[in-house]
């Protein structure tokens, strides 16, 4: 949420708001709905590459239109669209599917921590670390970006670059937490505010991982707070 937030120059943007997490959302339903029948869900790989395929899909639309218009509220509104026909998808798949299959998806979307096996954390931690290692990369390019792409490229910032690393970062991390975590998509919009309220700051050296480090602490507390009340985590 806070490298889309940046590098969209909108404080709304996010995962969720973009589109990337509903074409997440997608590709996992198609999994769960269409192929549940022939044993693919045993592998964990094939959740998380369905989930990086389609929050790269959605991701990838967003940026062709973002070289054919100039508004970046423009933008905002093709995530909209993206997460809108995303949902009426997902609508029809429900509609088709068996009662095995709708539940096993209705559950998933519900979001939940408790979904991740040991097994599933050896799959996850990796992409993870990778994802969160390309963003701490991005700093510097980020930080440039806070002042516009014509400054950014009067300093020397090659902006193709820099949005393709971004761009990788967000899909990875956004599908793997998708994927294997369930749609939870309200923190990746309100943590990076809180963020800068608590830190009082605009240096993505300070408000980069200290977004990381808000983001898990509410994440947990959220999830502690389900469990106690028995109720889904995106309730919370």
Not at 166 to 182: D, Q
Request: with cysteine.
């Amino acid at each position: 949420g806070y490298l889309l937030q940046t590098f969209f120059a909108n404080p709304i943007a996010g995962p969720f708001v973009m589109g990337i997490s509903s074409g997440a959302k997608l590709a996992v339903a198609l999994v769960m709905v269409l192929f549940l029948n022939y044993g693919l869900l045993t592998s964990s790989a094939v959740l998380i590459l369905a989930a990086f395929a389609g929050a790269m899909a959605a991701m990838a639309f967003v940026l062709a239109a973002a070289r054919r218009v100039q508004r970046m509220s423009i933008l905002v509104i093709c995530g909209v669209m993206i997460g809108y026909i995303a949902g009426a998808i997902i609508q029809i798949l429900q509609y088709l599917s068996s009662a095995e299959q709708l539940k096993m998806f209705f559950l998933w979307s519900m979001g939940s921590l408790g979904h991740v096996t040991t097994t599933k954390l050896f799959i996850m931690i990796p992409v993870i670390c990778v994802g969160v290692i390309l963003s701490i990369y991005c700093i510097k390019a980020l930080n440039l970006l806070l002042l516009g792409e014509n400054y950014a490229q009067t300093m020397g910032l090659n902006i193709r670059r820099a949005r393709t690393l971004i761009f990788v970062s967000t899909t990875l991390l956004t599908g793997t937490v998708t994927a294997f975590c369930g749609p939870v998509g309200f923190l990746g919009l309100a943590v990076p505010h809180v963020a800068r309220m608590l830190f009082n700051d605009a240096d993505h050296r300070t408000l980069l991982p200290g977004s990381i480090l808000l983001g898990v602490v509410a994440m947990l507390l959220c999830d502690i707070i389900a469990k106690t009340l028995v109720l889904p985590v995106n309730c919370i």
